[in-house]
């Protein structure tokens, strides 16, 4: 993975092409509506026959086992309402520019993710004493870091026993879409989107950490190429706002008329619970509280709506939201930089022109 | 509109993640599945109620009338299916490339739609003896080349008067996703995707040709900003294939392993039946004809699925395939530049290395 200057290239717009972020209007949706939710997708979105399809689960000590499709969705149905976000959310903003898809602030999404909880598929097949970790492997192969792979991670084996980490058959209620990992795909609350392997084929037991590409070179904070790195797992604080008022076509610069406007947006935290929303109208120099909506307790992994009345006077303006999370994480200002261009969570900037109706005014 | 050297600028880059085409191996389906059709969204996606969203029919000589949303539903329902295309698909090939929405090859995709068709309810507004052309307005607000506007398109009366010319509130049997124009959008089978009007507000008669900026600043071919130009109307021929054996994560180069391959893809063209579909492995020096599944005659807008047998050497080979439509339109190899980058369908080319297994092939 190289770096560049200010200058997208081909190779991350054949990427930013066919991937793609949330626009942030969506931001109004609890729910995000089917083909909103973010997309990334590392190799080719495999085509699956679902009535072929299994799933093996390897190196339990009952034996080995596979499941059907039928198997999977014959079980106990549990749902969870989950935010999403790619770890590489704010990439491009990074300068020099980590080249890999080249995500500005849309890598999210938030979906009733429907599934078998994963615990007693893991406790039939028999938990090995020294099982440490699970690796799970999808169906989508291609070479990434000039190595050819299916596309694996590994979770430790405490964060699969969480009954709330699922093997999804359904997004907001009807089947998986193919992008999003038909027919099952592991759903891991709170963590980054790269954790929530899709197209699953494969489960086995290691007792020893997974060394694959995805694990070892990748979804790595480091500062130096060579260096080991800080595996990436949870999702920190951020958040977003629907850009109000209208906006330019090409530059997305937003107009908006003078006078009362609710800005709103929604916020998220894998790590604790959101505590706190602020917003700034002058770029991040001054910040004000925002009105959190605690929103359900039994949705704990989706993200929070948050609203605030600005007064906007004519002139143009910066508006920023960050949030703070139960942890005591806080957004920051500036870009955090890493090699790979991950957890950048920098507070978002939103040029606004407020100016009366009559110019380009909302 | 502007244009750039070989760096995509930041400004296109925010439209890229937004906006987004359709994964090329998505071709594998005769339908699109939800969320793979491609979207362009000129501003924001509006938030609509669809309980107090109302069609104005305006300039009919029976008076002005409004449809509800329950009065579109209510009325007999037609479905199409249809392949629709961005008039932008291939800009970003161009050199100089225009700055506007970065396509490459991928804004395309296929839908059964449904809905009401137009002519009744035109009929019924009472069509003046005048009007030459029908205006229809969006509820989509920005400002695009400085000017505020809501998304507006006009189309030859006669146009409008076509058995499958639809308002639209159904996509693959489904309400409209947000994105494609809930709750009802304009539906014209062989035309470029501006003509499809979405999130349709109001219908108008009008006696004079429109000169609203999306039908005389934009979607016209020009070599110069300053003249007229033409006004895009109809697809020209394209051919697209599913890029075969497995990609490199960044430079999407594909590889595969020597032997028998099918390489299989679709074609379309708004202009007249699809007639021929060749395929080079050189890059275009030669072309061998590929076979064409004639499709439904029911389904005359539908793209048309093809394959060719290939028997692949160990090398670099770059693969292309052209279409040829029954008027006599056919690809161009090169580009055909023009100010604003449409109807780019010059012919895709994919990069494939052959190499035996134990390589990175498939």
Same mark, same amino acid.
């Given at each position: 993975? &190289?770096?560049?200057?200010?200058?997208?290239?081909?190779?991350?717009?054949?990427?930013?092409?066919?991937?793609? &972020?949330?626009?942030?209007?969506?931001?109004?949706? *609890?729910?995000?509506?089917?083909?909103?939710?973010?997309?990334?997708?590392?190799?080719?979105?495999?085509?699956?026959?679902?009535?072929?399809?299994?799933?093996?689960?390897?190196?339990?000590?009952?034996?080995?086992?596979?499941?059907?499709?039928?198997?999977?969705?014959?079980?106990?149905?549990?749902?969870?309402?989950?935010?999403?976000?790619?770890?590489?959310? &704010?990439?491009?903003?990074?300068?020099?520019?980590?080249?890999?898809?080249?995500?500005?602030?849309?890598?999210?999404?938030?979906?009733?993710?429907?599934?078998?909880?994963?615990?007693?598929?893991?406790?039939?097949?028999?938990?090995?004493?020294?099982?440490?970790?699970?690796? $799970?492997?999808?169906?989508?192969?291609?070479?990434?870091?000039?190595?050819?792979?299916?596309?694996?991670?590994?979770?430790?084996?405490?964060?699969?026993?969480?009954?709330?980490?699922?093997?999804?058959?359904?997004?907001?209620?009807?089947?998986? @879409?193919?992008?999003?990992?038909? *027919?099952?795909?592991?759903?891991?609350?709170?963590?980054?989107?790269?954790? #929530?392997?899709?197209?699953?084929?494969?489960?086995?037991?290691?007792?020893?950490?997974?060394?694959?590409?995805?694990?070892?070179?990748?979804?790595?904070?480091?500062?130096?190429?060579?260096?080991?790195?800080?595996?990436?797992?949870?999702?920190? *604080?951020?958040?977003?706002?629907? @850009?109000?008022?209208?906006?330019?076509?090409?530059?997305?610069?937003? $107009?908006?008329?003078?006078?009362?406007?609710?800005?709103?947006?929604?916020?998220?935290?894998?790590?604790?619970?959101?505590?706190?929303?602020?917003?700034?109208?002058?770029?991040?120099?001054? +910040?004000?509280?925002?009105?959190?909506?605690?929103?359900?307790?039994?949705? @704990?992994?989706?993200?929070?709506?948050?609203? +605030?009345?600005?007064?906007?006077?004519?002139?143009?303006?910066?508006?920023?939201?960050?949030?703070?999370?139960?942890?005591?994480?806080?957004? *920051?200002?500036?870009?955090?930089? #890493?090699?790979?261009?991950?957890?950048?969570?920098?507070?978002?900037?939103?040029?606004?022109?407020?100016?009366?109706?009559? &110019?380009?005014?909302?």
């Amino acid at each position: 993975m &190289g770096d560049s200057g200010d200058a997208i290239t081909r190779d991350e717009l054949q990427l930013a092409t066919r991937n793609h &972020g949330m626009p942030l209007e969506a931001l109004r949706w *609890p729910l995000t509506p089917a083909g909103l939710h973010y997309v990334l997708v590392h190799y080719d979105i495999p085509l699956v026959d679902e009535r072929t399809w299994a799933l093996e689960i390897d190196g339990g000590t009952a034996g080995g086992s596979r499941l059907s499709f039928d198997e999977v969705r014959s079980r106990e149905r549990q749902t969870v309402v989950m935010t999403m976000e790619c770890a590489g959310n &704010g990439r491009a903003f990074l300068e020099p520019r980590p080249l890999s898809q080249p995500w500005l602030s849309e890598a999210v999404g938030t979906a009733r993710w429907g599934g078998a909880i994963l615990r007693p598929v893991l406790e039939e097949a028999g938990i090995p004493d020294d099982a440490r970790e699970v690796v $799970f492997t999808g169906l989508d192969r291609g070479v990434e870091g000039e190595i050819p792979q299916q596309y694996q991670r590994s979770l430790p084996l405490d964060e699969c026993l969480r009954d709330d980490v699922l093997l999804a058959y359904e997004m907001n209620d009807s089947p998986l @879409p193919p992008q999003h990992g038909f *027919p099952v795909r592991l759903i891991v609350p709170g963590w980054y989107g790269m954790t #929530n392997v899709k197209w699953l084929a494969k489960i086995s037991f290691a007792a020893e950490p997974f060394a694959g590409y995805q694990q070892e070179t990748a979804y790595r904070l480091r500062q130096d190429p060579d260096e080991e790195g800080v595996p990436l797992s949870r999702m920190l *604080p951020r958040a977003l706002m629907v @850009p109000p008022g209208v906006p330019d076509f090409m530059t997305r610069r937003r $107009f908006l008329a003078p006078g009362r406007h609710t800005i709103e947006g929604r916020a998220w935290s894998g790590e604790a619970e959101i505590s706190a929303v602020e917003v700034s109208i002058d770029g991040g120099e001054h +910040w004000v509280p925002a009105t959190i909506d605690r929103g359900s307790p039994d949705d @704990p992994w989706a993200w929070r709506a948050w609203s +605030w009345d600005w007064t906007a006077e004519p002139g143009e303006h910066t508006l920023c939201c960050r949030a703070r999370d139960a942890s005591g994480g806080i957004q *920051p200002v500036d870009e955090r930089w #890493n090699v790979h261009g991950y957890a950048n969570n920098a507070v978002q900037r939103v040029a606004v022109t407020v100016q009366p109706e009559g &110019g380009n005014g909302s």
